[in-house]
């Protein structure tokens, strides 16, 4: 959003009126705004040189004449809104617009959105599109496949995406803490530090999208929220993008209750591995019950990614593959093991 405030002056000495400016670019990072070192806003300076420029933080204010100051306003304007939509600004692009020329579009029709450093961040496979246009077609979208293949990163940008084009007012994203071979209370710290390494892969995953000073701002003001399963208990989430990743980990009670927490103008994405089940062995994962229970509901999109979605190392295929072959050995052998050890049952009986 850029806004402005303008208060004229008028100096009678020198018979022309001073305007003064105040434009708050407050949706885009200063970071990438201003440029390293302040790199940009000292081309600025030399391409406006009649005017005095001041900028903190996202407020810029600007002192010259009206025509001048005007023009300088509707340039800061259009350089916030490609800054913003492509995170990044080069000096190329402040000369062409201050030119009158329009900023030259980053060519990729296909991307999602542009991490840091202009990164297009896009859907690289055949299901991760399927995925994109599931979310943009249904209000409550699972995502399952084997690990690497992209599935928790895309829907984190499509909630990225939908909060920058202003179709939501935040972000939820959440994780059962639940252990893969290792206890909570071992590890050291209060119950938040503890609980941050389970949501690390999310924190991650944001910090590829979105600058470090405007993810921080995010944080703090509850614009981007992240969570343990646990804390979403009570809540109604409106005007979101939720999601839930490794829900395989979820037992019935919570996957249900994470689910009906969606609220009015909000999406929910749902992730998870059914191969990676980490919860004791008498307790069914909620995930699997959901996938089943919720088949050719309306509005509800499902996605499987496959192997060939990995987009990781590429020896991470050949360990799933291998992975998979074991697997498929192992119930292979369990029919042959039973009916020898039937036999042989059967044999004792017999000698009695």
Not at 112 to 124: E, L, M, Y
Not at 127 to 152: E, H, I, S, Y
Not at 303 to 315: A, S
């Amino acid at each position: 959003m850029v806004l402005r405030h303008t208060r004229t002056s008028t100096c009678y000495c020198k018979q022309s009126t001073m305007n003064e400016r105040i434009v708050i670019i407050d949706n885009v990072d200063p970071v990438v705004f201003y440029g390293v070192n302040n790199q940009n806003m000292h081309l600025l300076r030399n391409l406006y040189p009649k005017l005095r420029i001041a900028a903190r933080g996202s407020v810029i204010k600007v002192i010259g004449e009206e025509r001048e100051t005007a023009d300088f306003e509707e340039k800061i304007k259009t350089l916030a809104e490609f800054a913003e939509r492509y995170n990044r600004l080069s000096e190329e692009t402040i000369i062409d617009t201050v030119k009158g020329e329009a900023p030259k579009e980053i060519s990729h029709d296909d991307a999602i959105i542009f991490g840091i450093n202009g990164k297009p961040i896009q859907a690289r496979t055949p299901n991760q599109k399927r995925l994109v246009d599931a979310f943009c077609n249904n209000d409550l979208t699972f995502a399952m496949g084997p690990a690497g293949t992209g599935k928790t990163y895309i829907a984190i940008a499509l909630a990225v995406r939908a909060l920058k084009n202003r179709q939501v007012r935040k972000i939820i994203l959440s994780r059962p803490a639940v252990e893969a071979g290792e206890k909570l209370g071992f590890l050291p710290g209060d119950m938040k530090d503890k609980i941050d390494p389970y949501l690390q892969p999310l924190y991650d995953a944001l910090e590829d999208m979105i600058p470090t000073a405007k993810l921080k701002e995010y944080m703090e003001t509850k614009v981007i929220q992240i969570a343990p399963l646990a804390f979403m208990r009570g809540r109604t989430l409106n005007d979101a993008v939720i999601i839930l990743d490794e829900a395989q980990n979820t037992t019935t009670h919570q996957i249900k209750m994470f689910m009906t927490r969606l609220g009015l103008d909000a999406k929910m994405i749902i992730t998870g591995d059914v191969t990676q089940i980490d919860l004791p062995r008498a307790t069914a994962s909620g995930l699997v019950q959901a996938l089943r229970i919720l088949d050719g509901v309306k509005g509800v999109g499902r996605v499987e990614f496959d192997k060939r979605d990995i987009v990781r190392h590429q020896l991470v295929q050949r360990i799933v593959e291998a992975y998979e072959r074991h697997d498929a050995q192992e119930k292979a052998a369990a029919p042959a093991a039973s009916e020898a050890a039937q036999e042989t049952a059967d044999g004792s009986a017999n000698t009695d």
